[in-house]
């Protein structure tokens, strides 16, 4: 069976948004990648609004705006009280991957199958940011990055009928849920794992669990259309659906995508161009220009 959760505790998935922008600093000011390791400094934090936020409301008390175009959302101060709950520091996980009891074996089997195929890429040192984020492109890199990361699988309805998979952190920051759409969406192997390394960002407590930001109202693409969820259909106008940093959940794993797209050696045709696909259709969601010509010009070298 799969279990509902509270609106309060979730904080979603692949597919997923963000209601309020904030990136963590180090003490340089730069944006925290949570790859070369020591912590960022963080702003002082008002945990009255954190346990407002966690009720379903921020600092006034206004309902907390939620997603319903690529699932759900949740704000910098739901972020904050998880993290004021479970701190930072979790020890890695040791072994193997743990599942629940209620993960079917279908899913179970997926999942696996999909890191393991993850854990096989080659492609040689990859483009700074991705450096900077994961390491080089390879198998080995991916899969420390993801096990240093996440410690067990269960399952969810992760707040949305469209939901693939979500973080809850106020349940087990470490934790990644999984919901029947894993198994029956029809997205590519390569797409189903943008979500896994989308979601795996989402513990990173030290970086607020990167929120994102609310895209611009209109958002058009290129040919002045209006901006649509790849997973979902829906309009992303106005919705907390976008990114402003290279370093968040949407900007990491399209960094990620697009390297695979460029350096694999071992990736079928199919592969490249899957992820070559999906991370296009992310990056239309990196709203802030500076974040954006960064990016561009990494995947340029």
Not at 189 to 202: D, G, K, T, Y
Not at 208 to 233: E, Y
Not at 237 to 248: H, I, L
Request: hydrophobic letters at 40%; a negative charge; glycine letters at 8%.
């Amino acid at each position: 069976m799969i279990r509902v959760s509270s609106l309060s505790g979730l904080l979603t998935l692949a597919i997923l948004t963000f209601g309020v922008c904030s990136r963590a600093a180090q003490a340089s000011g730069s944006a925290f990648d949570g790859a070369a390791g020591g912590e960022p400094s963080l702003p002082p934090l008002d945990y009255s609004a954190a346990r407002a936020a966690a009720a379903g409301a921020d600092a006034s008390g206004s309902a907390v705006k939620r997603s319903r175009a690529d699932l759900f959302a949740f704000t910098r101060a739901e972020a904050v009280a998880a993290r004021e709950r479970f701190g930072m520091e979790r020890a890695p996980r040791a072994g193997a991957l743990a599942f629940d009891a209620d993960v079917p074996a279908d899913i179970k089997a997926q999942l696996l199958a999909d890191l393991k195929f993850i854990g096989t890429i080659l492609g040689g040192p990859g483009t700074p940011l991705h450096r900077r984020i994961f390491g080089a492109v390879d198998g080995a890199t991916y899969t420390r990055f993801f096990d240093t990361r996440v410690a067990s699988v269960g399952m969810n309805d992760c707040g949305d009928a469209n939901a693939v998979a979500c973080v809850i952190p106020f349940e087990d920051p470490s934790k990644m849920w999984l919901t029947q759409n894993y198994v029956k969406f029809s997205h590519p192997q390569i797409a189903r794992l943008m979500v896994v390394f989308h979601e795996s960002r989402h513990t990173e407590s030290q970086n607020d669990n990167w929120p994102h930001a609310t895209c611009p109202t209109p958002f058009l693409d290129s040919n002045g259309d209006d901006m649509k969820s790849i997973w979902t259909g829906a309009p992303l106008a106005g919705e907390p659906a976008c990114d402003v940093t290279p370093f968040g959940s949407y900007g990491s794993s399209t960094i990620m995508l697009k390297n695979i797209e460029k350096f694999c050696t071992n990736c079928t045709g199919k592969v490249k161009m899957d992820a070559g696909l999906y991370a296009d259709d992310q990056l239309g969601r990196i709203t802030d220009p500076g974040a954006l010509r960064q990016m561009q010009d990494d995947f340029a070298q």
